[in-house]
């Protein structure tokens, strides 16, 4: 067991703000997004410190533990995560998914292995509890009475929730007519306020920075521009390579929006390897739609200044309908750390490869599937070996909209898997006639 308060005390002198573009280090008792410089801000967190104190064996032991924080597939990692009291972290828990492997989908991908780990089974169906849980923590230390944010919909819900737990007021400012009812709905039921901006979210975005800034509303911002968002979602991968027996895949692929994710899967891989507690580097495959793909555009130009230019999104998944994201300088750091790629998928196919992953009795929201759908393009173009090893990230969950999946199974002519609901009289007759059918 570790002893308790020399270290925390260690801690707190070290875990800092830096600036990832200039080095500037800033406090973490203010809140603060960006350097003075404009650069966006890492958490820092003590390594050095850390090195020796932490192992598997730690975090292992912790599985099968009652107490909440090691329930938590956020919290069992908390020592890469702050310095924060128990008393202190808002959690539910969260970060529970599973990890699946299915034949069928590895079969269809064109790969050795594959493994989905599923993060929309957190509590409000997408990988923004992650962030949210760490997010909303800070918000607390920093004594903030409202938080918020701009969102397509699963951090807006996600925020909702966790200020609903914390017991702080929450603003979510949402492109109008933009985002999923049962986004909107979670956003409205836990409580927060809706702001539906006449605009798209990357308008939203800039406004709510905006309001951020102004002083008089006191207004704590917990959008992935705010690297405590990143902490939590970095244990995206501590979780999920604890559950491969801290193997390491030879890729992880993740839908990419505003790039949060890819930032944080970055961080994350290169804490793990400089802590000793995994020994070699996956390549990061990122996956955009390809109505809303900045970031594989700037990719395909080998990130060359002036490669990198902000697009009108368009896509079918809304979750990654983004055209200027916010983390792109901090992504393209994870890319080239891990000698990642950058690829698109149509709606199409993405749709396509929800329906094969919906089939499978998993299930995914849109954006989820961008997953598969570019591990299964890679693949074939030869971009990756058949016998990879992959492990693909399903960022949230099939109910987050329904919308997509009714409009797709009863497209005509029939798409893939296509699955329409029938429709008959109340006869045995008309039973018959339709099983005899098939
Ligand atoms: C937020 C979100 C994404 C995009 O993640 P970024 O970190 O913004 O790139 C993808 N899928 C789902 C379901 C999301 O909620
Ligand atoms: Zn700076």
Redesign the pocket.
């Known amino acids: 067991m570790r002893g308790g308060g020399a270290m925390v005390t260690a801690e707190r002198a070290t875990v800092r703000l830096v600036c990832a573009e200039c080095g500037a280090g800033y406090p973490l008792d203010q809140p603060r997004y960006r350097c003075d410089c404009g650069g966006l801000l890492d958490v820092r967190q003590p390594l050095d410190a850390l090195r020796g104190q932490i192992s598997r064996e730690l975090f292992d032991g912790r599985l099968g533990s009652r107490d909440r924080r090691d329930q938590s597939g956020v919290w069992r990692f908390r020592e890469l995560l702050g310095d924060y009291t128990p008393e202190e972290i808002v959690t539910k828990p969260e970060g529970r998914g599973n990890l699946y492997e299915d034949e069928r989908l590895t079969a269809w991908a064109g790969v050795g292995r594959l493994w989905l780990k599923h993060e ?1 089974e957190n509590p409000t169906g ?3 509890d992650r962030g949210m849980t760490v997010g909303m923590t800070q918000a607390r230390r920093l004594g903030a009475r409202t938080v918020a944010c701009a969102s ?1 919909g ?2 807006s819900a996600a925020l909702a929730a966790y200020a609903a737990t914390a017991g702080l007021t929450a603003l979510a400012f949402v492109p109008e007519g933009k985002v999923a009812l049962a986004k909107i709905a979670q956003t409205v039921a836990y409580g927060a306020r809706v702001i539906q901006v006449r605009g798209d979210f990357d308008a939203a975005m800039r406004l709510v920075q905006e309001v951020a800034r102004a002083p008089e509303y006191g207004v704590y911002l917990l959008n ?1 521009i705010n690297p405590f968002r990143l902490e939590g979602q970095k244990t995206i991968l501590f979780d999920a390579l604890q559950g491969l027996g801290w193997c390491v895949p030879d890729a992880i692929a993740l ?8 930032a944080a899967f970055g961080k994350a891989l290169a804490e793990l390897r400089d802590l000793g507690l995994i020994d070699r580097l996956p390549r990061l495959v990122v996956v955009q739609a390809a109505g809303a793909a900045p970031f594989a555009r700037a990719f395909a130009g080998g990130f060359a200044a002036g490669s990198f230019a902000a697009v009108r999104a368009e896509t079918l998944a809304t ?2 309908r ?1 055209g200027d ?1 916010v ?1 792109y300088p901090r992504a393209r750091r994870a890319i080239a750390l891990t000698g990642g790629i950058v690829t698109t998928v149509g709606d199409e196919a993405i749709m396509r490869a929800k329906a094969a992953i919906d089939a499978a009795g998993i299930g995914c ?1 849109p ?2 599937a961008a997953t598969l759908a570019g591990v299964r393009a890679l693949v074939a173009a030869g971009a990756l070996p058949a016998d990879a090893a992959v492990l693909g990230i399903l ?2 969950h099939l109910l ?1 909209d329904g919308e997509a999946v009714v409009v797709y199974h009863g497209a005509t002519p029939p798409p893939p898997g296509a699955n329409p609901p029938l429709t008959i009289d109340p006869t045995l007759d008309a039973v018959k006639a339709l099983l005899d059918a098939r």
């Open positions: 929309g997408s990988f923004k397509s699963n951090t992935s839908p990419g929006g505003n790039l949060g994710n890819t979750a990654i983004i994201p983390s929201e954006a989820s960022t949230g987050k």
